[in-house]
Every structure is written in structure tokens, then in C-alpha cells.
């Protein structure tokens, strides 16, 4: 009898050691991290009904959130709303690498994260991931946005001589991504344009790479629109990639669904 209350005790425990540790690190499928920078609002919320048409959730990664009207941060509500995460790219956009080599990292977080947070957390926004305007890291600004941030998402272009889906960096085994506090992405602007046809194979090609192999891949972009002289990728462009990982199995998540 003693034996056996043991042996139950034992069965007990094992399955709520085993519960708690499937819920800290759930391992994601593989899929796309697919997110947009700056403050392109109207644009996004727009390109909302096509997102979800596709089961696809997205990250916005939002700057100079305290010069935002009423009505643009009522859209980002919306966005938020909608599934997807409000992420944060900083208070004035500023390089955080060349600040922190000139000025202190200590002066880095006190002009442009801390008042980023502080303007958010105002109008009720938690944002657990940041990306860095114009992709300007370095291991000193890593180590301390990684006290505030979950995950930073930077970016790199493609080497001379490769293809997408032979950058590495760009691709986390789904295993390795709750170690992985900073990934790097690939900018998607205005893929598919003349001249950029090959991008557009190429995104596909990486895209193939990640489903067959387990991973996340990190895209992201800017505006959502026809034309413009800011950085966009066309709805019907982005529509392709959003079929394309649908066809392939491929989730797109936010940094938050990210353990
Ligand atoms: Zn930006």
C-alpha cells in the first residue's frame, strides 16, 4: 500500500512537471514572422479583411507612437483587435547602434526606449518585441533591449552571389527559437516590381526552404499600398506570399505567439 501511494505520488508529479514545461516552451510549427515598420496605419488596417482571409497574423512594429492622433492609435487598436501584435520601433526612429557607439547605451534607452514604452503603456499598448530602425544593432544595444523585449527583430540584405533561401541567419530552427532573442529579417518592399521579379521567386524558394525544413522565417515590410514613394509592398504581392505559405503549411505569427 505504501508502495502504491508512491508510485501515484511519482505519476502525480511527473505529469505536472510535464504540463508545466510544454507550457513555458511551446515549440511553434514551422512558419513566417511577418511583420511592418514605421506608422503606415490607414494602410494597414485596410490590408485587416486579406490578413485574415488567410489565417494570417502579422507584427507592427509601430515608431513616434506620442505624435499619433487620436484616430491613428484607435487603428492600431483595431489592428490589435484583429489578432495581430502591436510591437515597438522606437520613440524617434532613431539608429540604435551609432547612438550607443557616440552617446552611452544608458542615453540610448533613456531618449528612446523608455519614453517609447511610457507613451504606449499610456494608451494601453504592451509591446514585448521591438525592431530596430534601419537595422542598426550591435551586441551592447542586444543585451539591453533583451531586459525589456522578448525578441528584437533586426535585418540584412542578401549576399552577393546568394540566394534568399541560402541565408541562414534569416531562417530559426522552430527548436531554437526561445533562445534566439534577436532575429533577422529580410525587407519584402516592393517585391515583385520591375526589376524584382527574381525576389519575389526567390521569397517563394525561402519560404519552400522553411516549411521543408522546420523553421521561421522573418520578413518585413512597411506600408501596404498600390503606389507611393514610401517603402510598400503591393496587396496583391502580398497576397501571393500569404497563398504561397498557405499552400506550403506555413503559419504566419506574431513575435508574441514566439516562445
Ligand atoms: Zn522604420
New binding site residues.
Given amino acids: 500500500m505504501k508502495y502504491f501511494s508512491l508510485w501515484i505520488t511519482m505519476l502525480l508529479l511527473g505529469s505536472v512537471v510535464t504540463t508545466v514545461r510544454a507550457a513555458e516552451a511551446v515549440t511553434p510549427e514551422a512558419g513566417v514572422l511577418l511583420t511592418f515598420?514605421?506608422a503606415h496605419i490607414s494602410e494597414w488596417v485596410a490590408a485587416l479583411p486579406l490578413l485574415q482571409k488567410y489565417g494570417a497574423h502579422a507584427t507592427f512594429?509601430v515608431?513616434r507612437f506620442d505624435t499619433l492622433s487620436a484616430e491613428r492609435r484607435a487603428g492600431l487598436k483595431t489592428i490589435e483587435a484583429a489578432g495581430h501584435e502591436i510591437g515597438c520601433?522606437g520613440l524617434r526612429?532613431i539608429k540604435a547602434a551609432v547612438h550607443t557607439e557616440s552617446k552611452g547605451v544608458e542615453d540610448y534607452l533613456a531618449v528612446e526606449i523608455t519614453p517609447a514604452l511610457a507613451a504606449m503603456a499610456e494608451a494601453e499598448f504592451t509591446p514585448t518585441s521591438f525592431?530596430y530602425?534601419?537595422s542598426n544593432n550591435n551586441d551592447v544595444t542586444d543585451a539591453a533591449l533583451l531586459k525589456s523585449f522578448r525578441h528584437l527583430r533586426t535585418g540584412t540584405g542578401v549576399k552577393e552571389g546568394h540566394r534568399l533561401a541560402q541565408m541562414d541567419v534569416l531562417f530559426t530552427p522552430v527548436a531554437q527559437v526561445a533562445d534566439r532573442g534577436l532575429l533577422v529579417g529580410k525587407g519584402i518592399d516592393r517585391i515583385g516590381y520591375p526589376g524584382k521579379e527574381d525576389q519575389l521567386v526567390q521569397l517563394f524558394e525561402a519560404m519552400e526552404r522553411a516549411a521543408a525544413k522546420g523553421e521561421i522565417l522573418t520578413l518585413y515590410a512597411?506600408g501596404i499600398a498600390e503606389t507611393g514613394k514610401h517603402h510598400h509592398i503591393k496587396p496583391e504581392t502580398l497576397e501571393k506570399v500569404l497563398a504561397h505559405g498557405k499552400k506550403l503549411g506555413l503559419r504566419f505569427y506574431r513575435f508574441d505567439d514566439m516562445p
Avoid: E, K
Fill in positions: 515598420d514605421d512594429f515608431t520601433h526612429h525592431a530602425p534601419s512597411h
